[in-house]
């Protein structure tokens, strides 16, 4: 497949460009779909079948009759998986960004003096642990 299906309208193009997703990178399939229908699904291979290579997303589609309108929803569900994987791990990203900052900023004076009387009461409670045999 040199380029997307022409079934794919452009505003679906537009959100794989933009993710950077090369048509050869997705494997599709036509499938016999599962479930009840009885000849008429063991007949057609109205299922679609995705698979974006590189990340391993995969989506299967046989919500419709038509293989074409299946077609048209697979390639619509892939953009959006993908594109859900990109938002969680640029969240991530993010958060692990904040989490450091939160790190690093210093503390405020109150929290230093309740750290150093949480020492303080701590030392105490340690100090009580010697058996009282000094060298």
């Known amino acids: 497949m040199a380029d997307f299906p022409d ?14 997703v090369k048509p050869a990178e997705v494997e599709e399939q036509f499938i016999r779909g599962a479930g009840a229908g009885g000849q008429k699904i063991n007949k057609t291979s109205s299922t679609v079948w995705l698979q974006h290579r590189p990340t391993g997303v995969e989506v299967r589609c046989q919500r ?7 077609r048209l929803l697979a390639w619509s569900e ?5 594109e859900w994987r990109r938002a969680g791990a640029a969240n991530a990203a993010q958060a692990a960004r904040e989490l450091a900052r939160r790190q690093k900023r210093q503390k405020s ?18 100090a ?5 045999f000094e060298d």
């Open 109 to 126: 004076r109150g929290q230093k003096a309740r750290m150093i009387e949480a020492k303080k009461h701590r030392a105490k409670i340690k």
């Open 7 to 20: 079934l794919v309208e452009a505003s679906l193009r537009a959100r794989f460009v933009s993710l950077g």
């Open 78 to 82: 892939l953009a959006d998986k993908l």
């Open 128 to 132: 009580k642990r010697t058996c009282g």
């Open 64 to 70: 419709e009759r038509s293989q074409a309108v299946n």
